[in-house]
């Protein structure tokens, strides 16, 4: 460590890079965090909704593209799917009433 009496710029510089380090280090936990593959009721939490938000069975909708089945996303792709301002929850929910029976029943996984 440079001492800040002898060169207080070069003192600046070195605190400067050594907090650029752990915010990069914060960073990428966060994208690391980002990319687990988590269920509906834990990305609703980190995401700051109540724990029954993206409930496959009430809100299928709000499944990222709608494959309810599967229910296990990295949180990323929550976000994404549910925080798109191009495609909100309304536009979501009209296109899955659209789908036919036997189509939502097949992303459901009821039928084959």
């Not at 509906?40 to 029954?52: E, I, N, Q, T």
């Amino acid at each position: 460590m440079i001492d800040p009496r002898q060169d207080p710029f070069g003192a600046f510089v070195e605190v400067r890079d050594m907090v650029a380090a752990v915010l990069s280090e914060i960073a990428e936990i966060r994208r690391a965090r980002d990319e687990e593959k988590i269920g509906p009721g834990a990305a609703a939490v980190k995401l700051g909704h109540k724990r029954g938000y993206f409930s496959p069975s009430r809100f299928p909708w709000r499944v990222p593209h709608f494959q309810v089945a599967v229910e296990l996303f990295p949180l990323s792709e929550w976000r994404a799917w549910n925080e798109d301002p191009a495609h909100p929850d309304k536009m979501r929910r009209a296109e899955w009433d659209a789908l036919d029976y036997r189509e939502r029943q097949k992303l459901l996984g009821i039928a084959s």
